[in-house]
């Protein structure tokens, strides 16, 4: 019998197999609700006494209970189970690992519901992971978004805009675009609008609908990837919790600098001090400025 400390241990061995991963294989001969797409990202593994779900950074949610019979198996690739097939509920399968569940007395997905997401601001978006998604439709919607201090990295997630980026993939969309996450949207033109679409339905064709590479590794570039370095400019990706789920989101502060804050120098320190002629004779007789008139 599965105990809550059981499966908590269990939910954080799937949560390292898991987690960052895109979906390879999905297998659930009974479940119900809709299928998570292969390609999407897993983001979350959570427990909560004999409950487990796995979410996709798209917000589907693969919610099981495992009640008095039903247990989770974590195998690596071509490893035999430990219980028959037939008493499989759900097989979830990512590069070098399958999470096997047999026996749960529920097996259920269903779309996370995202309260910060305006159900005043239209029509929904168009839907992005689609073969040929409407580009264009979805750059309208963001030049149209109502809340235009919103957060660049914010309104991508907005369904309104268009369906299917997650969390995942709006890292990558903001790295691939150059765009600094945090640009208010009233600080982006057409032209930055558009090219933020351009990246999101090339980064999502890339993940959801082209062969993976034969390692099976599709190349994220800052998901998951704080503290190391940035693979187009070596600086350091950072990480920050933004919204109201608090999800983390990855950028590089080195070369996603698009619309971002402008960094105050030191000079521009010294510019906004008053220009009255005793002030100007004090900067000039601090050490640092008579060795640079000096030279």
Sequence with gaps: MPEGEAIHRTAAALRTALVGRPLLSFEAPQVEGPLPALGRVIELVESRGRLLDVIWDDGLVLHTSMRLSGTWHLYRTGERWRKPSSQLRVSITVDGFSAVCFNARTVETYREFDTHRHPGFGPPGPDLSVERPDLAAAVEALCRYPDLDAPIAEALLDQHVAWGVGNVFRSEVLWASR?????????????????????????????????????????????????????????????????????????????????????????????SMDPHPAATKFLAELPWRRRDLAG
């Excluded at 704080?226 to 989101?249: F, K, M, S, W, Y």
């Design 179 to 271: 765009q600094h996450p945090f640009a208010p949207v009233s600080m982006l033109n057409r032209d930055d609008m558009e090219r933020v679409v351009a990246a999101a339905g090339k980064v999502m064709h890339v993940h959801l609908h082209e062969p993976p590479s034969p390692n099976g590794e599709r190349g994220l570039a800052v998901y998951g990837r704080n503290g190391q370095r940035c693979p187009r400019c070596g600086d350091t990706v950072e990480v920050r919790r933004i919204g109201e789920h608090a999800r983390l989101l990855y950028w590089c502060p080195g070369c996603q600098v698009h619309r971002g804050p402008r960094v105050v120098t030191a000079d521009d320190v010294e510019r």
